[in-house]
């Protein structure tokens, strides 16, 4: 773990600004930053940042924080790997606690990351413009422009092409088989040769964008493997790794839902058609980790899997997965025998058509599977082994009604029994167990308005410490209060903007008599509705002495918020 001083050092190098401005155009607003939003598309910036503090606050998605949250949140990492983007941008060593073994695994780990990047760099240098490969994936309907910005590349035929160029730059055989990229000979030990050969090889990159792992597409018919994933290394991890989700997460934000394929030309010739919100399986289900991941810039999912058997069980197995999430499920109809990359590189505006025509999870699997099984016992059986599931995952439980009337009407059955039939089918005690937040969401500001006229009081006292405006509200607060005991409590950083952007840089300290007053008359309404409720209670219990009691202090409430008023 990295001790705290690696985290100020990195604060103390990189400003905010710096960390912010690669991704947003900031510009000038009194002693803030501002611009549009990257989370949201909007067309007035609601985007600030205080380079004072070091935080930033987006009033269009409710977030806020400092250069690590912020990275984040554009990256899809969590604070280490946030640290680790930072720590390199501002040429820092992170130094982690523990022993030396933990700095021998991270130079092992720098060793792979290298060994990944000159692989990369060697098949893209191999992938010319009039080699079999390359006509492939124009063939396949790549423009040269896509094939550049997605460094596609070749692994050449030979046995050993790969592993002789990088031994002659210094990797040894274990880094080279640790990375994935060799393999050692079965009947041979001893014996090493390259894990891809002829194959138009396809980049895996995790959510910071670093090649993790590759796919490679055989260019001979004569292969067994159409498709050959990276094996699972220290790098590359299946269950957490999407691919395209270094390019699509952006777009996913922005558009609130991500699509979701099964192949790289699928996702690829996606991108390529404008469909930048897309994302890819590698060779595996879809996971918990890969849900979580896709939660963290979207609560909406669209399945475009392929249409065969095999598809539609992937398609039910991951709608149950991403429904347990919390997440909404759509899924697009293809039509029989063709798959996104068929469709989009024939007519993109076809694969629109589709995308606007997607139903939910329920709905799509009620269609297909009344367009399959036209037995009515057999379309019975279907729809309580696949579509039931998925609507006992369903969280909601007005989304859960409205499925069972849809479900019910397909089926000519009744509502009541479609329910009945629901209990059968439990939710598993793992499945139970998952629970997904969005770890970038920011808290809701309290529905009390006396909290957030209380919240804004103390923001003005800490965004403008140590000036007459400052002086006055504290003074004026412990008035009004009765107490000071408040001061120190932490202010969220919304309430901390307003103030800034409410009164300016340089505000006299007057600036704040309407928050004051409006922040007075809020605890008297208070205070005098407790008062009425205690002096009805007295009453109710015909308690003479309680009676008075309240009533004064009722009176005593009362007559300042009139003279309150008439100050306003």
């Not at 930072?86 to 073994?101: D, F, P, R, T």
């Not at 493997?225 to 997460?249: C, H, I, Q, W």
């Not at 403008?464 to 969220?492: C, H, M, Q, W």
């Not at 704040?512 to 409720?533: C, I, P, R, W």
Request: aromatic share 8%.
């Amino acid at each position: 773990m990295a001790g705290q001083d690696t985290v100020q050092q990195v604060k103390d190098k990189l400003s905010i600004i710096e960390v912010i401005s690669p991704y947003v155009k900031l510009t000038k607003a009194g002693k803030y930053y501002r611009g549009l939003s990257p989370f949201n598309k909007e067309k007035t910036p609601s985007f600030y940042v205080n380079p004072e503090r070091g935080s930033y606050y987006c009033f269009s998605s409710s977030q806020g924080g400092d250069q690590f949250s912020f990275i984040q949140a554009m990256e899809g990492v969590d604070f280490k790997g946030a640290l680790k983007i930072l720590a390199e941008k501002a040429g820092i060593e992170i130094v982690y606690q523990g022993s030396i073994e933990s700095k021998v695994s991270k130079d092992r780990i720098e060793r792979l990351r290298e060994a990944m990047g000159e692989a990369e760099a060697y098949f893209a240098r191999a992938l010319g413009d009039g080699t079999d490969a390359y006509a492939y994936a124009q063939k396949r309907g790549l423009t040269k422009e896509t094939i550049a910005e997605w460094n596609l590349g070749f692994a050449p035929d030979g046995w050993r092409s790969l592993l002789e160029s990088l031994t002659s730059e210094g990797f040894t055989l274990p880094e080279l088989t640790t990375a994935g990229l060799i393999k050692e000979a079965d009947e041979k030990r001893g014996t090493f040769y390259d894990r891809f050969r002829n194959r138009l090889m396809f980049p895996i990159r995790d959510a910071a964008g670093r090649t993790v792992a590759f796919t490679g597409r055989a260019l001979s018919p004569d292969d067994q493997a159409k498709y050959l994933n990276s094996p699972e290394t220290d790098l590359f991890k299946k269950s957490e790794v999407l691919f395209g989700m270094d390019r699509a997460k952006d777009a996913i934000r922005q558009r609130g839902f991500a699509i979701l394929v099964e192949g790289q030309f699928d996702l690829v010739l996606l991108h390529q058609a404008g469909f930048t919100n897309t994302i890819a399986l590698s060779g595996t289900a879809l996971s918990t980790q890969h849900l979580s991941l896709i939660k963290r810039y979207a609560d909406n999912l669209m399945l475009c899997l392929d249409s065969d058997r095999a598809g539609l069980a992937a398609s039910a197995k991951s709608a149950r997965a991403a429904l347990l999430s919390g997440m909404r499920v759509k899924a697009i109809r293809l039509p029989d025998g063709k798959d996104p990359a068929d469709i989009v590189s024939e007519d993109p505006h076809a694969f629109t058509a589709l995308a606007k025509d997607a139903k939910s999870i329920i709905e799509f699997f009620l269609a297909v599977l009344s367009s399959q099984e036209k037995d009515e016992t057999r379309l019975l059986r279907a729809v309580e082994g696949i579509v039931l599931p998925l609507v006992v995952a369903v969280k909601s439980p007005l989304e859960q009604n409205r499925f069972i009337e849809i479900i019910a009407r397909a089926v000519n059955s009744t509502p009541e029994a479609v329910r009945r039939a629901l209990p059968k089918l439990e939710v598993s005690p793992e499945e139970k167990s998952e629970t997904y937040g969005s770890a970038f969401s920011a808290g809701p500001i309290s529905s009390s308005v006396l909290e957030v006229r209380r919240g804004m009081v103390l923001a003005v006292m800490q965004a403008y410490a140590n000036t007459a405006l400052a002086d006055r509200v504290k003074s004026e607060y412990a008035r009004i209060t009765g107490a000071d005991d408040s001061l120190d409590l932490p202010v969220d950083e919304r309430a901390l903007f307003e103030a800034g952007l409410t009164y300016g840089e340089t505000p006299d300290q007057h600036a704040g008599d309407e928050l004051l007053q409006m922040f007075e008359y809020t605890v008297l309404s208070a205070k005098l509705n407790d008062a009425t409720k205690k002096l009805r209670t007295a009453e109710a219990q015909g308690d003479q002495e309680s009676i008075t009691e309240a009533m004064h202090t009722f009176r005593a409430l009362s007559a300042q918020l009139a003279a309150l008023n008439s100050a306003r």
